[in-house]
């Protein structure tokens, strides 16, 4: 099972908006509505943020939204902030139990 | 609320089984109703799940380490355990046990992560 492909990194200003991309394949997550995203900040324990593709976990801000086409699921950050700046990681079910993550991506706030 | 606490070995030696023990507290994994599992994070890396246990008994894993994983549950200690063989250095890394709720498609809640060397 070969991990999601992320990039390595992103950035943008405060106030601007910023796409993470996540890309599987049909047999995760363009098979499943089950992706979800986790931000981690260095030497933190993950939080998710974003699940069944585009639900948000009670606590966490309107600003942070998921959606997906095809094989490739997307996390929007908007109005983005300061604390902001963390890894963030895509998960999706692959089918028989298994599931798999992203590579992670690097976002950095100007 | 659910809390989970790993506990092992920081070191282990070249092809040395690994055995972690994750706690639960505020909540039976007897009536959890959940996957129990761990998820691994070489240092700089990403995350990588490693499997999990249903809490009656099913294990699942990940394909690439399967022949090497063993996850066990001490439903009697409200415990779950992994080992993991034949260990080499690209075993290094914080291992993180995690739930993830019957029906439920996230990872939450995760324990602080152990850090695991291995090294001779």
């Known amino acids: 099972q070969s991990a999601l492909t992320q990039p390595r990194s992103v950035s943008g200003s405060p106030g601007q908006s910023v796409t993470i991309s996540c890309t599987g394949t049909s047999s995760d997550v363009g098979g499943y509505n089950y992706v979800s995203w986790y931000q981690q900040y260095p030497g933190k324990v993950p939080k998710v943020m974003i699940y069944d593709v585009s639900k948000r976990p009670s606590g966490v801000p309107d600003r942070f939204s998921g959606s997906k086409s095809g094989n490739t699921a997307s996390l929007t950050i908007s109005g983005l902030q300061a604390e902001d700046e963390a890894d963030y990681y895509c998960n999706s079910y692959a089918g028989n139990y298994v599931w798999v993550f992203g590579g992670g991506t690097k976002l950095t706030v100007l | 609320q659910l809390q989970l606490q790993e506990s092992g070995p920081g070191l282990a030696k070249p092809s040395e089984t690994l055995s972690l023990t994750c706690t639960v507290s505020g909540d039976s994994i007897s009536t959890s109703y959940s996957y129990l599992g761990w998820i691994r994070q070489p240092p700089g890396k990403g995350l990588e799940w490693v499997g999990f246990?249903?809490?009656?008994?099913?294990?699942y894993y990940n394909p690439s380490l399967k022949s090497r994983v063993t996850i066990s549950v001490d439903t009697s200690k409200n415990q779950f355990s992994l080992n993991l063989s034949s260990m080499t250095a690209a075993d290094t890394g914080v291992y993180y046990c995690?739930?993830?709720?019957?029906?439920?498609?996230?990872?939450?809640?995760w324990g602080q992560g152990i850090l695991v060397t291995v090294s001779s």
């Open positions: 995690s739930r993830m709720v019957t029906g439920n498609n996230w990872f939450d809640p």
């Open positions: 246990i249903y809490y009656s008994g099913g294990t």
